[in-house]
């Protein structure tokens, strides 16, 4: 008699994310400057990763080095992990026999952008958290609460105050359209975002207009110049020539508005304009980063001169998301308070006029 086993469930293979391919490029550049070859390196992060994912991708560029390309070629084969930036980076480290610094860099650097990013991430969702409980809350109490308070004063027999009959008309309309209303708020919100995608031209008008709000725009130009800064001076002190090291830090930026400004810059600076030059040209750039970057052109230390600017960037980044969390946080608990108490006001007015009737 034989017996049946059951299929192997097919395990659920994870996506490889950002900081998988960041502790993948730091584990690189250890192990490259313990002098492991390459091909060693990458099979033995192979052996030992727990990721099933990631353990593929290394045995592919181990496999793709055997086979006689270089790293960079290799990388380049998969460029969901490793961008345009990532690949030149590694191809001047490979040229100039400095790889395990490159790799390094490269962790640093990733490093650096994803905690800005964080920090705009969270400047960007703390409102819409604290404004996403405060409509919740509320619409709990006009389904939930207001309903029970209506049944009573139906009993009452007496004109009920305004405030509650605005109260009681609202809760009504929520219970009648508020499903239609959400369903009507998530569909639009997701066809804006398709339409984003799919139209440049409305990309660019959407981050143009980002720049311009109080508050949030300075934080996000303020981290755009962090990046570009950032990007810029790795690119260049890696080796990387200047007109790529411009298109790699336009691509870095995240913004269309930024990018279009950039494409001008690297027009100019094709033609034999200086970069500080070609970015004064365009009103985007602060006068304080065209100023170092012209020292940084005149003194030979370009690199070190947008580093610096980067961290300035960055700075003043962080003091804006302090101030703006300090800011907002009283502001939403009495926005929050009012609402709330509004609405219990409003449940508890009726009461108190009939105990003035009866006494």
Known sequence: MTTLTPPRRR?????????????????LATLLGAGIPVVNALELMAQGHRHHGVQQLLQQLAAAVKMGATLTQALRQHPIHFDALY??????GEQTGQLEQLFSQVADYREQVAQARRQVRQACWYPVAILIFAVLVTSLLLVYVVPQFAAVFADFGAPLPWL????????????????LLLGGSVLSILL???????HRQQQRRWDTLVLRLPWLGPLIQRMILARFTRTLAIT????????????????????????????????????????????????????????MIFIG???????????????????????????LTRMLEPLFMVVIGGLVGSLIVAMYLPIFSLNKVIG
Request: charged share 15%; net charge neutral; hydrophobic share 40%.
């Open 11 to 27: 395990q659920r293979q994870e996506p490889i994310r950002p900081s998988d391919i960041l502790a993948l490029t730091r584990q």
């Open 192 to 198: 804006a975002r398709r339409h984003y995608r799919r």
């Open 297 to 323: 052109e005149e003194s030979g230390s370009l690199d070190a001169m947008l580093n610096k600017m980067a961290a300035i960037y960055e700075r003043e980044a962080q003091e804006l998301i302090s101030q």
């Open 164 to 179: 509650t009959q605005q109260v009681l008309q609202l809760s009504a309309w929520v219970q009648r359209y508020g499903a």
């Open 87 to 92: 690949c030149d980076l590694i191809a001047c």
């Open 236 to 291: 260049l002190h890696a080796g990387v020539p200047m007109l790529s090291a411009l298109q790699s830090s336009a691509n870095a930026c995240g913004n269309q508005y930024y990018q279009h400004q950039l494409a001008q810059v690297h027009y100019q600076v094709a033609q034999g304009i200086q970069l500080h030059a070609a970015l004064q040209h365009q009103e985007i750039f602060p006068d304080l980063l065209i100023q």
